[in-house]
């Protein structure tokens, strides 16, 4: 080859020098003795000068960054969902120096909340997420207000623009603090006057105290840059002190004997008093049944289960909320999905609330306490047993009554795919992450979960999209633990880009796609209150080339035949494993 270096092939080079790659364009190369020793000053200055800003940079002042990231490792903080930007890349420097917090970067910033999400709610931690200012900051809105609907705890670490920058029209500026004060549960803007180390503690006590939410924090990134100097506490006191619920407790104990048909609703709020909840039910005889946010708390095949209620729940469930006399509900939000028109609800019925919020004063008692704490402290006062028997026959009846049974049917109905799947997988005690749609309520009725924390779902917002990016942050969490995400193939779609992530970080999860063709949820309403006027088939892309594309193992499934080969493939698989199963057009929930 003949090599020979003129000015303008010169600067070719530098160019490709700089980005790392070959330019086309350079196929014959002169040079000089002079310009080869360029080259080499060139290579050589910016490797110096690299280092050089590294060192600087490390080991000459600590900076606000690096005080932060000391933080989050002092908390326990071992995994970060994030995208970064000019803003925040301060902190991505200070986390190049250490191995105690893996970076997770995602392929969308609404997809680094999801995942925060996913991780949080299968490990009890707070998720951590890491975005730069302006878009960066926007794409995570969507996330934030799930996480504050299904009361999440997450720290948003948000870029801001540098404090001196502010007024006028900046790049990547945003305004963070109104964009979010409504669907965050606190925001704060770190000042020069703040100490990072102090925000970053009560941040996290906050998102993990009480009501669990999501806390989002604005760096500006000259604050992120400048020397870290300690400055006074200002302490959040935790009131540790035990409740006294005995008052209370009298008043439910006397409700529940006076009581024919009593029922027990469990809610999200209950998450932690599973053990609580069982002892109680099992103790009292009593039925139960569970809002879509308490799937698990309370197993699914136990014969006291009657299912779950609401605008998606099943009929059984509806039936026998409809005929207790007594309602006790334990960490209930009573939102309007699972309680239909909330003005007429429970009319006839005496309802008592046990939550950390006080729900309607329409009630006949509420109890502002934490679940487990007010279960713990009912049963060690109480000594009686109850049978109930007529009303027990009576539920076990209705339960019986309304059970589907869609075996002998050819085409593959999501009841038979879903019962068959977790059959199939319940040796594996796996985590079940949802997307929002059809699929998802059919997963709350079909799927059993007779654990909590195995049914993550996007619960009071019902989010297309959580489902792959929550269940690479679920697997995160659980790494041993087997991670399913049933999706739509209208949710897949809205975040399909993780499919990347998962590549990257070789994220074993099996992905389930309940592909119908349509919106289904909204077919179904469009069909029933809009006279079947519809705009929601869609032309979907072949799922298992898309996997391909992405380097990733799927299976398609048309018949039933193939649905127990499949998933077995899908489980047998070192990697993500995508399910693509054709199923009914036309299912209603
Ligand atoms: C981000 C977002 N956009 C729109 C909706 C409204 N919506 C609720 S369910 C649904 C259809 C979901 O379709 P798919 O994922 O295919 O599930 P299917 O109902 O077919 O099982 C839509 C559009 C939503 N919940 N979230
Ligand atoms: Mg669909």
């Known amino acids: 080859m003949v090599i020979s270096l003129k000015m303008t092939s010169l600067l070719c080079f530098k160019r490709a020098v700089i980005l790392r790659q070959k330019p086309k364009n350079l196929k014959i190369i002169t040079f000089s003795a002079n ?73 969308h910033e609404q997809a680094a909340v999801h995942a925060a999400e996913g991780y949080a709610r299968t490990s009890g931690k707070v998720g951590v997420v890491l975005v730069t200012s302006g878009p960066g900051f926007t794409n995570t809105i969507t996330g934030i207000a799930n996480a504050y609907s299904d009361s999440t705890p997450l720290v948003i670490l948000a870029g801001d623009v540098p404090t001196t920058s502010k007024q006028g029209k900046i790049f990547q500026n945003v305004d963070i603090l109104p964009m979010t004060k409504s669907c965050a549960k606190k925001v704060y803007t770190l000042n020069q006057n703040d100490d990072i180390e102090h925000i970053i503690e009560e941040a996290f006590t906050v998102a993990n105290t009480g009501v669990k939410g999501p806390v989002v924090i604005a760096l500006p990134r000259d604050i992120l840059e400048s020397e870290y100097k300690t400055k006074s506490k200002n302490i959040i006191e935790n009131d540790e002190r035990k409740k006294d619920y005995s008052k209370a407790i009298e008043k439910l104990k006397t409700l529940l004997s006076d009581a024919k048909k009593p029922l027990i609703l469990v809610g999200g709020g209950a998450s932690n008093a599973s053990e609580q909840i069982t002892d109680l039910v099992k103790k009292y005889n009593l039925p139960l049944v569970s809002t879509l946010m308490g799937i698990g708390i309370y197993p699914s095949d136990d014969e006291l289960y009657m299912g779950m209620i609401g605008i998606n729940g099943s009929n059984a469930a509806n039936t026998i909320l409809n005929n207790c006399d007594l309602l006790i509900s334990f960490g209930v939000a009573f939102s309007d999905r699972s309680t239909c028109k909330r003005a007429n609800f429970g009319s006839n019925t005496k309802i008592v609330s046990i939550n950390l919020n006080l729900i309607s004063e329409n009630f006949e008692l509420q109890i502002k306490a934490d679940v487990k704490e007010f279960i713990e402290q009912f049963l060690s006062v109480s000594n009686e047993k109850y049978t109930r028997s007529n009303w027990l026959n009576q539920v076990i009846a209705i339960k019986e009554e309304f059970t589907a049974d869609d075996n002998t049917s050819k085409c593959l109905h999501s009841s038979y795919v879903l019962a068959t799947l977790s059959e199939h997988t319940r040796k594996y005690e796996p985590i079940v992450v949802t997307d929002v749609g059809q699929h998802q309520m059919l997963t709350a009725q079909f799927y059993n979960f007779n654990k909590p924390g195995k049914f993550i779902t996007s619960g009071g917002m019902g989010t297309m999209g959580f489902g792959l990016p929550a269940s690479i942050g679920a697997y995160i969490a659980n790494p041993d633990n087997l991670v399913l995400n049933i999706t739509g193939d209208g949710s897949f779609q809205m975040n399909l880009q993780e499919l990347a992530t998962c590549r990257e970080h070789n994220i074993p999860i099996k992905i389930i796609i309940m592909n119908n063709g349509y919106l289904g949820m909204v077919r179904q309403m469009q069909e029933k209150i809009y006279n079947n006027r519809y705009q929601v088939e869609m032309t979907n892309p072949d799922f298992v080339k898309i996997a391909e594309a992405y380097d990733l193992f799927a299976i398609r499934v048309t018949n039933k035949d193939e649905l127990i080969p499949a998933i077995n493939k899908a489980i047998a698989h070192k990697g993500t494993a995508i399910v693509d199963i054709k199923i009914d057009s036309f299912e209603e929930i």
Do not use: C, W
């Not at 900076?63 to 970064?84: M, Q, W």
């Open 35 to 107: 310009s080869l020793l360029y080259l080499v000053r060139l290579r050589y200055n910016n490797f110096a000068m690299e280092m050089q800003l590294k060192k600087q940079i490390k080991t000459e002042t600590l900076t606000v960054a690096g005080k932060l990231v000391n933080t989050l490792i002092e908390l326990g903080v071992d995994s970060i969902f994030g995208y970064p930007g000019a803003s925040v890349l301060s902190i991505y420097n200070e986390l190049s120096y250490t191995n105690k917090i893996s970076h997770y970067l995602v392929r």
